[in-house]
């Protein structure tokens, strides 16, 4: 099998990353700068026209969409349990993943892109700040999911990937999030696994070698 992951740094390809190197899957990276317009490029809009990392690409069959890659991956490898092993609980997993993608992660994006969701002059602070209220409301509860917890299911599965990656985000962003304890206290657990560290060190040599082809 022949698995190429089309990554870019600081994006939600970090989650498929981090659960390919948990499962033990033997895969390739194609780093992507997002900046240099290289989703918009026509090589890469065959693979997927929404323009958007992640994808990967299976035997030469591409897949999109985060909560898709993450179920194909726990399939495939189902010697990680990244859904778990509990047919109730795979469900509860699926549907954590699927408030990462359609709650959680829009919620951080107008950090970023504030002007996709509004053109008015001055209006990129009230659109972050409108947006935060939603965001906090998610970071709440899931602070107190991982209450009394060291992982958000029974064990280590995707969707501590996909949650890491938005706590992350919002870190990033500068914003005020140390009111949520525990999802620090989550943050510092993932980060010692040695998938993370993997994905740290990549992203590090990623940045470097873009900004110094800038």
Known sequence: MNLQLFYAPQTCATVPYITLNEA?????VIDMNSRRGQLMSPE???LNPKHKVPVLVIDGEPLTENVAIQIWIARHFPQAKLLTADPRTEIKVISFLA????GIHPH??????????CDLPGSEESVKRVANVMLFEDLRIADE???GREWLFEHFTAADAYFFWCFRRAISFGLD????????????RMQG?????????HEKQVMAAFAAAA
């Open 177 to 188: 999030v140390a009111r949520y304890t525990h999802c620090h206290a989550h943050l510092e």
């Open 108 to 117: 951080l994006t107008p950090n970023a892109r504030p002007g996709n969701y």
């Open 44 to 46: 890469f809009l065959k």
């Open 145 to 147: 999911m991982l209450a």
């Open 99 to 102: 408030w990462c993608a359609s």
């Open 24 to 28: 033990g899957a033997d895969f390739s």
């Open 193 to 201: 696994r040695a998938s993370v560290q993997r994905l740290i060190a």
